[in-house]
Each structure stands twice: as C-alpha cells, then as structure tokens.
C-alpha cells in the first residue's frame, strides 16, 4: 500500500506514531489525539515549515499504536523515544549525572547518602542538585544545624564496641548514636528537621524548633533550649540568604525555553516556599520541532516515572501546551493529587518565567560560544589530518590488561565534544589472547563493525596506541567494507615501541598522530584544540577501560585472579602460599624470594612480580569499584 493510502487508512483516536525510513530507522516519535489528523498535517504536504521538511523528505513508512487514551500516548511516547533514541526527537539524555541525596527513615539509625539515581525503593530522595558544589554546601549548611551519623554500618559498630564515639561526635557533627549518647526521639527529630530542610521548607522547620525550644525552656530543659535556640538562628540565616520571589506557599517549577535556529536551551527553576531553591539547564541541539511540541516532550520526560523527580502543584511553561489536559491527568495519577499545568499572562508569575527566560539565554549563549570553540578545534583537526569530513561524532578506544589477565576494552563516544556516555561500550575480551593488545584490538574492531547498521560508524574512530594499533583499525575497516576516518594517537614513548604501552610513571614527551597510508605521524602543537579534543577523548578511554577492570578486579578477588596468571598453576599456587604464607605476602615479595620457593622458576617468579607491579604498589588500597555499572 502506498504511504499516502495507509495514511488514510489510519484509526482517528489517540495514539503514537512512528515515522521511519526504509531500513526500519525510526526518525520520530510523537503523540496525537487523532492520529489519522496528525500524520496527514505532517505527511499530506500542509505543513510547510523548512525544519520539518528535511523530516519529511526521509519518511518512508508510518507505525500506529492506538492507545486507549491521550494520556497512555503520552507514557508511551516517553518509552518510544528512550528505547529508539529518534534524531528528530528532542531527548532528555540519560546519561545526566545526577546527583541527590537519599535518607532511608527505615533504618535504625538513618544517615544521608550521595547518589546518582533515583529508586522507587521507599527511600527519601533530595535534588537533583547540578553540581557536587551545591549539594556539599547544602550538606554541610545542614550539618551544622542537624547532624546526623555519617558513618558506615561496619565504623558504626566498631565504635559502638569500643564504647566511644569518633572525632565526628567532637566536632559537634554527629549526635554519637553509635555510644547511646542520643535518644531514639531525639535523632527522629533529626531526621524529620533534616527532611523539612532539604526540602525546601526551611520555615516549617523554623517553626517546629521554635516550639521545642519553647517546651525546653518551659521544662526547665536549658541545655536543650540553648541547643534549640542555635538551631534556629542557623535555619534563620538559611532562609534570610534565599531570595523572596512569590509570598504565596504553593510550590512550582517554572520552564522557560531559549532557541537560536536548531539549537535549544530548557531551564527549570524549582521554586519551594516562594524561594527559588535550585534550577536545572538542558541543552538541545540540531532540533527541527517548533517550541510547542519541544516543550510538551520535554515535560513528558523531564517528569517521566523512572526519572523520579518531585511532580509540584503547579508546572509554568513559557507556552500553552498541546495535550495540557492529559500531561496534568499523568501528573495527578502519579501525585495523587492536582497538578495545574499554567502560561500566566500577567503579574508575578511572568516575572518568574522572565527570571528562568534570562537563565535560559545565559545557557544557550554559554553552549553556542563553547560550540564556536569546538567547532574551531573541529575544523583544525579536518584540516591537519586531512580527514573527509567535519569529526562531529568521534569514536576512541582503548584496551587495558593486568598483566595478561583480566583484559579489556573500551569504547567512548563524543558528540559536538562532550562525552555521550548512554553509548559508550566496555568489552570483555572473549577470543583473542589476553596479553596480545594487537588481537584484543582486532576482536573489539570486528564487534564494532558486526553492529555498525544499528550504530552508524562515526565520523572519526580513533585509538589509543601507534601504527600497529591504526593498522588494526583500518584493516579492520576494509575487511567489513566500511569507511570513515580513522587515527590513533600516541605518546612519544607508545610510538617508538607500539607494543611497550606505558601505563604508569611519567617521562612522556610529546603525542604524536598516526594517519592510514602515512609513514610519519602529524605532530599537533601541544597548545593546539585539536590535539586537546583528541588527549581528551583518549584519556576517557583509558580511565573507562581501567574502571571497568577495576570493577571486575574487586569482583574476582585477588585469589581468583592469581588463578588467572598463565603459567600458575594450583600447584605453584599451593607452593607460595604454604612457603610464605599469605596471599599478602605473596604480593609484596622480591622476585627473588619468589624465585626461591621450591616449583617456582625465575620466569615463573619474573610473571608474578610483573602482574603484581601492574596490580598496584604492595600495600595500596584497592580502589573503590565506580558507581557506573558495566554495560
Ligand atoms: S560518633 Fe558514632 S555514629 Fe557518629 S559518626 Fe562517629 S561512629 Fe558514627
């Protein structure tokens, strides 16, 4: 059936829709009340606008979903979107860092805790906050005023079984639950204060002490009402240091939007109590929808399920939005009570749309100048490397080993110079042997290029290493018949022995850029932006690839990884252990006290302190596993 016949064919109730080209991409996803209505405007030729037309020009073919309602298009425009990523959608990416902070009530003696994702595990959640800055300063504001434990449940028993509390409880920063010297009531109280004032509502805490210390003082209590009293002045002085912007208590968010061609700014401003208590910023880029429907997606999202954030009673937008009636429905389902989606036309209200306006210009301005620079450092890196076209979206990869064991690889991603990190990519090395950088490289290539119909090649693939590494890449690269452009870069030291990847210690001098079908490698000036996109992306392979052996290094276990070690086998295992006695010892020995137990060769001895030298130094801690879970 032709297009234009299966358009009229379409259901005229609600429902999402799905505009792909001929290979089954899909380049957009959108909502609509009528569906027949909606694709027809888009597809019949009616609507004229330019940044619609490339959409258009590509539309090959049209999935329906008939839901029952507006509102059900809308929760499955949001999965539709998250699960295919469409160019012409704008996308709340997410990969944003978030950062909150998370108060479980349920625990016996609650402590705040940072993290970086929202869970629906009853907890109580804080924030977002856009910097680590902000929430530190929050916390420790917070800690002067309401201190609670902040110690693991491990240090917390320790000192409850010496009897005494830690420096934290001298410092006046923690109420020392751990030895009893606080009441069950007493840290509730904390818990319940520390909750109001993350929350933003810092007067109905005023409020609560000012009571208490009014009790205190009536019981005689004058210790307490001292220590009341001192509460209060602080969370005082917090709400005096808040700018004033509505008397009225009801808490809202106000959207503003900013836009120069494709490129868009959306500022939040979270406004609790009248205050302003935080904003939030997202920059959209080559965006072809009108402000309307960016704005309506936006909100979809910006408030969707899993993004856990905090729905107020009212939402501001700078513009009517299509389908108020049924975003406002989702809301109050997910609240339990009414939320009010509002365009204010006139008095204080436009002054708080105008205030998020302004911070939304800034942003956008912000974004556009750090774009003219990576757009310079863009056309420098076209124009020193000869490459075919502008490295918009670049590629870097990197493989780290532990002395042969535990190899892997890394794959990050750039778009416009920032990291895309929902599309980095970490491997496990399944067939090539381990201690051969060169195969590992090869296998990682060839899983690459296997999915490169579902994930179009870069601009630019780019590897840390030197000519044996580039020559990987591009043979494999011809072997798959694909083309794009592709270099690694090396340290000095890296280029003289490809195979010699120095790791650690310093004595680099300069990074040289090795190009296919070229002898010498490009020497950038070292103040040069393109040499620095490139160290950055470099860089960000490397410490991915190692996080995730890290990750895996801490899983294992030393022992298991001991196990790991070519040429050790359980019996030279047995041998160390009962020659020197512990798995500790065994680190830290010389080579030659290794050499000397009995089954363990000079070779076998040289392997061993190679892997444990690569480890880490004897006695360092092992690091932390990171927050980020391995793809
Ligand atoms: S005083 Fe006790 S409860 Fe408080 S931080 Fe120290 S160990 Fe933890």
């Given at each position: 059936m032709e297009l234009a016949e299966r358009v009229e064919a379409l259901p005229d109730g609600p429902g999402v829709y799905l505009f792909k080209t001929a290979a089954g991409r899909v380049l957009y996803v959108g909502k609509a009340q009528n569906l027949r209505g909606r694709v027809r405007s888009y597809l019949g030729g009616g609507d004229g606008r330019p940044n619609i037309l490339l959409l258009i020009e590509r539309i090959q073919a049209v999935d329906v979903v008939v839901t029952a309602s507006v509102k059900d298009a809308l929760l499955l425009?949001?999965?539709?979107?998250?699960?295919?990523?469409?160019?012409?959608?704008?996308?709340?990416?997410?990969?944003?860092?978030?950062?909150?902070?998370?108060?479980?009530?349920?625990?016996?003696?609650?402590?705040?805790?940072?993290?970086?994702?929202?869970?629906?595990?009853?907890a109580w959640y804080f924030g977002p906050y856009t910097s680590s800055v902000a929430m530190r300063e929050s916390v420790s504001n917070l800690r002067?005023?309401?201190?609670?434990?902040?110690?693991?449940?491990?240090?917390?028993?320790?000192?409850?079984?010496?009897?005494?509390?830690?420096?934290?409880?001298?410092?006046?920063?923690?109420?020392?639950?751990?030895?009893?010297?606080?009441?069950?009531?007493?840290?509730?109280?904390?818990?319940?204060?520390?909750?109001?004032?993350?929350?933003?509502?810092?007067?109905?805490?005023?409020?609560t002490l000012k009571q208490r210390m009014r009790e205190a003082s009536a019981a005689e209590r004058f210790e307490e009402a001292a220590r009341l009293r001192n509460q209060l002045q602080a969370v005082e002085r917090t709400v005096e240091s808040q700018q004033m912007v509505s008397t009225q208590a009801i808490d809202r968010d106000v959207?503003?939007?900013?836009?120069?061609?494709?490129?868009?700014e959306v500022q939040a401003l979270h406004v609790r109590d009248g205050r302003v208590r935080g904003t939030e910023g997202f920059g959209f880029s080559d965006v072809r929808l009108d402000d309307g429907e960016v704005m309506s997606s936006f909100l979809g999202q910006y408030y969707g399920a899993e993004e856990g954030r905090e729905i107020p009673a009212e939402v501001l937008t700078p513009l009517p939005i299509e389908d108020e009636g049924a975003l406002e429905a989702l809301f109050a389902e997910r609240t339990g009570r009414r939320v009010a989606l509002r365009t204010p036309r006139r008095g204080r209200l436009v002054e708080l749309l105008a205030t998020a306006r302004a911070n939304a210009e800034l942003g956008l301005r912000h974004r556009l100048e750090a774009r003219e620079s990576l757009d310079a450092a863009g056309e420098e890196l076209q124009q020193a490397l000869g490459l075919s076209g502008f490295p918009r979206h670049i590629e870097g990869y990197d493989v780290s080993t532990l002395g042969g064991t535990l190899t892997v690889a890394s794959r990050v991603v750039f778009r416009d110079g920032q990291p895309s990190k929902a599309e980095y990519r970490r491997y496990r090395i399944r067939d090539a042997a381990p201690d051969d950088d060169l195969a590992c490289l090869r296998e990682v290539f060839a899983r690459r290029l296997a999915r490169a119909e579902s994930e179009p090649l870069p601009d630019l693939m780019l590897v840390d290493g030197g000519k044996g590494q580039l020559s990987v890449l591009s043979t494999a690269l011809a072997d798959a018949g694909l083309e794009t452009d592709a270099i690694s870069l090396a340290k000095e030291r890296d280029a003289e022995s490809p195979?010699?990847?120095?790791?650690?210690?310093?004595?680099?001098?300069?990074?040289?850029?090795?190009?296919?079908?070229?002898?010498?490698?490009?020497?950038?000036?070292?103040?040069?932006?393109?040499?620095?996109?490139?160290?950055?992306?470099?860089?960000?392979?490397?410490?991915?690839?190692?996080?995730?052996?890290?990750?895996?290094?801490?899983?294992?276990?030393?022992?298991?990884?001991?196990?790991?070690?070519?040429?050790?086998?359980?019996?030279?295992?047995?041998?160390?252990?009962?020659?020197?006695?512990?798995l500790r010892a065994v680190r830290s020995a010389s080579l030659e006290r290794l050499a000397a137990v009995a089954g363990i060769s000079r070779r076998d001895a040289t392997t061993l302190r190679g892997f444990f030298d690569a480890l880490a130094p004897p006695g360092e801690a092992e690091p932390e596993p990171s927050e980020e879970g391995a793809r």
């Open positions: 425009e949001n999965e539709l979107i998250k699960r295919h990523k469409p160019p012409f959608n704008v996308r709340l990416r997410d990969d944003k860092q978030y950062l909150a902070l998370r108060l479980d009530p349920r625990e016996t003696w609650p402590r705040l805790t940072q993290v970086r994702r929202f869970r629906r595990d009853g002067r005023i309401l201190p609670l434990r902040s110690c693991r449940e491990a240090v917390f028993r320790d000192y409850a079984r010496r009897g005494r509390p830690c420096i934290e409880f001298e410092m006046k920063r923690c109420p020392g639950p751990c030895c009893g010297l606080i009441s069950r009531e007493g840290y509730d109280e904390l818990v319940r204060g520390t909750a109001l004032f993350l929350r933003g509502r810092s007067e109905e805490l005023a409020e959207f503003a939007l900013a836009r120069e061609g494709g490129e868009i195979s010699l990847r120095v790791r650690r210690g310093g004595g680099l001098k300069s990074e040289r850029v090795f190009l296919p079908n070229r002898r010498d490698p490009v020497s950038l000036p070292a103040s040069s932006r393109a040499l620095l996109l490139l160290q950055r992306i470099r860089d960000e392979s490397h410490r991915f690839a190692i996080e995730f052996q890290r990750g895996l290094r801490s899983k294992a276990g030393l022992v298991s990884i001991l196990e790991e070690i070519p040429g050790i086998g359980p019996g030279k295992r047995r041998a160390l252990l009962r020659e020197l006695g512990s």
